[in-house]
């Protein structure tokens, strides 16, 4: 098959390499710095086993690709950028794509779907579950061995269809775990549940990952879900995801902790806990813990603080008070 990968970061760019190991044909669409080392010198993917270098096609814009011949043949979109970039990447892809050319939103989050379904008639919901970091230009880390992740995948809003099998085959032949659900949007709100976490990584690094403030937001979570009747889902991808060192070294961070490292003026927390945030919003459910992990990480992306540099305890203590606490500033706990 021929994809185009639009946002060629961390879990992009493992994709792209896995795909390209499997016999397709990939197109990256990323940041300069990245393309650029890409082109000069190959993708250098790092995982448990070792490193090899895959040649991989990269631009950074839909353009180019437009402009060549191959664009007419490409089968899918795989669109891996962070959820609040999704809106300006669709506009950009419409100018050049087709309505019906398949769109396949491998992210975090809930809100990308129906996004893509205002220009393009065939979305797919795409679960990831992808231990990767993307921290210099043109080297990835894959950190998942022997499968490097899960990529569960449905028709979006709901079904199955042959499109959605096909893919699911080719993923898994290209070392990740893929099943073909009816009703993906479950299961990604089960995967969003837990991606709350993603902000208290970002905000107190990783050794809170699973700690208080974790399961109070997941709490919260569930209990804004019940009252809004939706339905969540939890894929089984603890047997398939194994996490190992690289290089002897652990994953640093996730995707959010990735993005306030990288300084790259976002992060994706308005669509993880500030998804929680409006559904509590729109049927009444208080949520103070989303909501200050939504206005913490967002004030230290702001302020260009470091990843892990706000107190847990002080948070803890900013969701009773109502107080903000002052990125960049460790409280002795």
Not at 114 to 131: I, S, W
Not at 139 to 146: D, G, K, L, N, T
Not at 170 to 195: F, M, P
Request: glycine fraction near 12%; charged fraction near 20%.
């Amino acid at each position: 098959m021929r994809f185009v990968v639009l946002g060629a970061g961390a879990v992009g760019s493992v994709l792209g390499a896995r795909l390209a190991r499997a016999g397709h044909d990939v197109h990256l669409v990323g940041r300069r710095a990245h393309v650029d080392a890409i082109r000069a010198h190959g993708l250098r993917v790092r995982t448990p086993d070792g490193e090899e270098v895959i040649r991989l096609d990269a631009v950074t814009t839909i353009a180019a690709l437009a402009a060549r011949p191959i664009w007419s043949e490409v089968d899918a979109v795989v669109l891996c950028v962070k959820s609040q970039d999704t809106a300006e990447a669709l506009r950009e892809l419409a100018r050049h794509a087709e309505p019906e050319l398949p769109i396949l939103c491998a992210q975090n989050g809930v809100a990308n779907e129906d996004t893509a379904l205002r220009m393009f008639a065939n979305v797919y919901g795409v679960l990831v579950a992808c231990p990767t970091a993307y921290l210099e230009p043109g080297v990835v880390h894959a950190y998942s061995a022997p499968v490097t992740g899960v990529l569960d995948i449905g028709r979006y809003p709901h079904g199955r269809d042959a499109f959605a099998a096909q893919v699911s085959r080719v993923l898994s032949g290209a070392g990740y775990g893929s099943e073909v659900y009816a009703d993906i949007t479950a299961y990604k709100y089960g995967k969003l549940v837990t991606n709350l976490g993603n902000a208290v990584e970002a905000l107190c690094g990783p050794n809170a990952r699973g700690g208080n403030l974790d399961r109070l937001a997941m709490d919260e979570a569930r209990t804004v879900l019940f009252s809004a009747e939706i339905h969540a889902e939890f894929a089984p991808v603890g047997p398939l995801v194994q996490v190992r060192p690289v290089g002897g070294e652990r994953r640093p961070g996730g995707s959010s902790w990735q993005s306030v490292y990288r300084r790259t003026g976002g992060i994706e927390t308005d669509y993880l806990n500030g998804e929680i945030v409006r559904l509590g919003r729109l049927h009444g459910v208080p949520t103070p813990v989303n909501a200050e992990l939504q206005r913490a990480a967002n004030r230290l992306v702001a302020s260009g603080g470091e990843p892990g540099s706000v107190s847990e305890l002080e948070l803890l203590r900013a969701v009773v008070d109502g107080r903000g606490p002052v990125p960049g500033h460790r409280e002795a706990d």
